[in-house]
């Protein structure tokens, strides 16, 4: 469905921002809850790590990769969707519907920070490839830029109660 989404809110500038910015989360919280698969509860249930890890890298790791495409193509169109409608979005006054924008930021950040454990876990790319410093340099840009925005949207939300 996320594609039809993202068609969606490409084509139609009736949709507002706030729910255009939503998009972002879908994949983001599915990349984060596929991270309990990978992890057992007790070492006993796993005896042969070495079978534990194939099977991951097999099945678990292809899955985390796709949905961590998905995220970015959300992310992407979400960014894209604020953009086309910044001019209505400024001209409106604050209202409760601007603080969507802080939970899918802050959950494609989670849903990254995922991936990266996944990737650390599972994958043979060495430690400071190039592909392991661009996941986390770009966590590190949703992570702290969400966080500004939502302090910046709570600061309001609190001054127009």
Known sequence: FLPISIIRVG????????????????????????????QPSFEEEHPDVTNYE????????????????LSIAGAI????????????IRTKVFSPAHAAFCFPTLAHAN???????????FSTFPEGSPIKVAIYMYWVFVLVGGTIVTFV?????????
């Open 11 to 38: 084509i139609n500038p009736k949709i507002s921002a706030p729910v255009c910015w939503i998009q972002m989360s879908a994949p983001a919280v599915a990349l984060y809850a596929l991270t309990i698969m990978a």
């Open 54 to 69: 194939r099977i991951h890298r097999m099945i678990y790791l292809p899955c985390m990769h796709a949905l961590f495409a």
């Open 77 to 88: 169109s979400s960014v894209q969707s604020l953009f086309a409608r910044w001019g209505s």
């Open 111 to 121: 849903g990254v920070q995922a991936y990266r454990g996944a990737i650390d876990a």
């Open 153 to 161: 949207i709570t600061s309001k939300f609190i001054y127009h109660l």
